[in-house]
């Protein structure tokens, strides 16, 4: 009897459980790396790869609030508007002002609080479709860049294109932001009380309120989370890029759309991965250096998102035993039909 | 034999590798009610099922009308004249009471009486359905939604009519009713099947009985020939091999310890319970007669009228939620999440008890799940498996690890032993047993009598949410708790009785939740609109403004028609605004002046050939490669913009003049183009109310499930939906063409949000099966006025981003909150 007890192991190793989506994520990066070591070197140079992270840092950092919302099943469309506005909000209100940009950054935050609140209550209070109401919400959150900037940013405070862009041991600052924003998503999910019923709840609606879980105050958390995500990451874009556009988000949504899909989070909800989520922006970032640097058109490149997405999907929704099942019994009625005949 | 229109003879079925029926033989008759008794899992409905050709039995043959029958499908069924209603209604919520019947009834059942209308009229009128034909029928009870389930089968005049448990959710008059119909029909030669679990109904009906138990034939004979004690023997003494921990040993120290006090709700009523420490409660009864909506309630997750004490305390529904542990009957869908592990499903409810500082204390929370898991014998390889990897058994243990760690006042347990093996069947009753010992209450639902029988210190039986009967000591026995079961006469209790008389002015309040009032609204704030710019700035209302507005109202709306279709079968395209560009972009390589007259045509066909190809792989991708929606036509979106710069990476390739004059032409300051569009958008207003593809359209987006069931083709709907969807894009492209003049990849997005717009404003609901195309016509009016009234009202972008924003929110706040009652999530 003994032995069919199951043992409490404390390994540490277990601890870090190792998803399928993550796995397939950091296989598709070594193999783009060595893809990129040997077709197209200059897009894995040092100036390359510094060029890149920054970018790369953003886009995991908006994928992780993106990867919060997608498994309550939802989808935040408002991610256009709302990096856009942080990014206006901490180059227009500082105006080149080191010693204001305090100020600014929290009233970004706090904005994107009351984003994140009017979201939720909108998709998971009120019930309206979660695309309707983020994208209507990017509208609104765009009226108010035009209010503050008439759609045009100033530069950004040296002092936050020092944190943004600095070099710390080598590597990029976002980079580190981008690490600690994954650790610490990852440990709130894995290991705070809240976080762990979110997962539970984003796992089945159903179950998590059979089990007497408030469903509904922790989906509308997920729109608070993810806003103060991308809040994070326009921050960061406005001082990497010191000289901003005020439509900075526009070309971050599908691409945040793409990555949480190609790490293994299902577009219906369910389980969450945003490790992973932030291993494929990183993929998926330099995946569009290499096409950069092999110089081919913006098309391409964007035909590029569109089949990794499409990958993505087919990857983890199509039941590949059945196509495969399908198949055989397709080429096994030709022969006979082909005998027949 | 022609009076025997069906016969049934040694049916076999097995349900991975469980016989569901074994040689099962049944004879039924022309113009006599035979009832077909056993209790769950009888293999009655599994017979029937057979029966009507839903499920193909393994062996046995199948004789209708003296030929026997290859292979009976549904639609062979129903062409042979056998009607099948279910016990829960395939009715279609968004579609009318007339469209519902227009969908599923041949025509020419509907000619007898002059207008299709008044055939209908006296059909309803028959089962004392006083409802009016235009009325929804989401806005139907479960009452009136069963009768009219029941009029659309005793209208086609079937050969062969199948009723399963037809009174369950009947009131008394609509009962007498269908007695009265039944008795009708058999004298015009229909045979009638009647599954029921009542012996009165069965007596005062039925000519003929055949009892099945466990999937086999216990007996038939004349309903004259038997008494009620012979037809219970043969329903009952199932076999079940289980051993039963010991029962409690009363004493009278024992004090009462829940008492549950005229508990009621729309399911059950009146519901009082009392139980001592240390004993397990059952509640028994057929299934769905009110056992699992009475254990939500006890559970906290539904509200109930009354009170539930529990050791001397009241327990209000919040103190329920956060005390009472639930075993839900669905383990799948609600029992368990289904991708978290073991120990994430374990440790759920008891996280706070593993908390250190701020996080939850990982080697704590292990070594307490592990323990708990061990000490019920849970077997699985690790706790960080997958729960999904368990046997039915364990997963049911996890479910019981998760209730004990949480320290429950008491234990809820619909079905436990669902699915679950024999060997861990004894286990789950040993753990319910010693969970009572521990003077937790655990109150256990089943239908399977012989498992209360074996596990229960009292059991309650309940009939049509009533109890009817209350059994203690010797008297748990599965006879006891059948035979009050099937000798039960109480009827469900319904708030408005069917019979009641509608609310007045039944037609305003129609019109108000209806699809055209939103049009209304959309003029009157385009008018006030109107009005307010015009006296701020004249040159509004010239007619250069107006056709250029009407202009660009005409490309949005072609598109939002198409985005209009899609919604209507429940689903989105996100893809129309880089179609509708990527069309330009076509044109703007083969439409230029001086272009030749077959190159422009050649340009046209090829629009719209490449619009049915990128709409069909949205749709196949969606219907074949199981992707959402979203998913199938984000990736479009993105793909198709991507074709677009590869095509022109920037603006180039000018539109032929001749050809955007033509595109332009006006009748006065009307744009022709806006006219077509609006005489298409009133004759699609019309085509998909009235035609069978608009009901069939609406009718998958309303229900899939019971759209399937009227034997619609679901994917190929869906996939005709996207389909047009891209062609109104195309549509939406040539409007474009004339308007910029140059083939241009950065336009054509926007249209996707705008068209979304568009189409919530119209009122079109995006969870599927109602909407209009004036709405949308309207919507998209409304939408080009308010972002024209910016220019001329000297407005900021700003204003333009905020009206948007605000339209579409407001609007969509406004319809789901008016139209919350339906029920749908």
Known sequence: ?341 | MSNSPLVLSNISKNYSGVAALREVSLEVFAGEVHALLGENGAGKSTLMNVASGTTVPDAGTITVDGQVIEKLSPKLASELGIAFVHQHPAVLPDLTVAENILISIPRKFLKSSGSANAAMRTMLDDFGLNVDLKERVSSLSVAQKHLLELAKAFAIRPKILILDEPTAPLGQESVDLLFDRVGRIIKEGTAVIYITHRMAEVRTLAKRVTVLRDGKFRGSSLVSDITDHELLTLIVGRELESTFPAKHVSASSDQEFLRVEKLSSDEFFDISIEAKQGEIIGISGVVGNGQSALLRALAGTASAQGEVTIGGKVYTQKDLINNVAYMPADRHGEGLMMSLSVRENAALKALHSFKSGLLVNRNREVKTVTDSLNSIAVKTASVDTLVSALSGGNQQKVVMTRALLSNPTMLIADEPTQGVDVGARAEIYAILREIAQKGIPVIVASSDAKELEGLCDRVYVMSRGHIVEKLEGEDITEAEMVKAAVASTTLIKQKSENETPQKKSGSIRRFIKGDFIPPVVLSIIMVGLGIYIHSKNGRYTSSFNINSVLQLVAALGFIAVGQTIVMLVGGMDLSVGPMAGFLLIVASFFVHDGSKMTSIIFAFVLMFVLAVGGGAMNGVLIRYGKFTAVAATLTAYIGIQGVSYMLRETPGGYINQNVSAKITGSLGPIPVAFIILGIGSFALEYYVRNSQWGMRLRAVGSDEESARRLGIQINKTVISAYILSAVFAGFGAVMLMAQLGIGDPAQGTSYTLQSITAVVLGGTSLLGGRGSFIGTLFGSMLLIQVLNATTFLGLSQTWQYLFQGLLVIAAAVIYTTTRASKGKK
């Open chain 1, 1 to 341: 009897m003994s032995s069919e007890l199951i043992q409490a192991s404390t390994k540490r190793l277990r601890a870090i459980e190792v998803s399928r989506g993550m796995k397939t994520m950091i296989g598709a990066l070594i193999a783009l790396a060595v893809i990129c070591e040997i077709f197209v070197p200059d897009s894995v140079s040092k100036g390359a790869l510094l060029g890149m992270l920054p970018f790369a840092a953003v886009l995991a950092i908006i994928s992780l609030g993106q990867t919060l919302v997608v498994q309550q099943g939802g989808i935040d469309l408002s991610v256009a508007g709302s990096v856009s506005l942080a990014v206006v909000y901490v180059t227009r209100l500082p105006q080149q002002q080191n010693s204001q940009l305090w100020k600014a950054v929290l009233v970004a935050l706090a904005s994107a609080v009351v984003v994140g609140i009017i979201n939720g209550i909108l998709i998971s209070r009120i019930g309206i479709n979660a695309i309707v109401a983020t994208l209507g919400m990017s509208s609104l959150e765009y009226a108010v860049i035009m209010a503050i900037s008439q759609g045009s940013p100033r530069r950004t405070t040296n002092l936050l294109n020092h944190i943004a862009a600095n070099l710390f041991l080598g590597i990029p600052d976002s980079v580190y932001f981008a690490v600690i924003a994954t650790v610490l998503v990852t440990l709130f999910l894995k290991r705070s009380i809240s976080g762990r019923r979110f997962e539970a709840i984003g796992a089945s609606p159903r179950a998590g309120f059979a089990a007497g879980l408030k469903v509904q105050k922790h989906q509308m958390v997920a729109y608070v989370w993810a806003q103060l995500l991308y809040c994070l990451a326009g921050i960061l874009l406005a001082g990497i890029l010191t000289q901003p556009t005020a439509y900075q988000g526009d070309s971050l949504v599908f691409p945040s759309v793409t990555v949480v899909v190609l790490g293994g989070t299902s577009l219906l909800g369910g389980r969450g991965f945003p490790a992973a989520s932030a291993v494929a922006a990183l993929f998926l970032q330099q995946l569009n250096q290499m096409v950069l640097t092999l110089n081919v058109p913006f098309g391409i490149r964007t035909l590029v998102t569109a089949i990794a997405l499409l990958i993505g999907i087919a990857l983890y929704t199509i039941r590949w035993e059945l196509v495969r099942a399908r198949y055989r019994e397709f080429t096994s009625k030709r022969k006979v039909g082909a005998v027949s005949a």
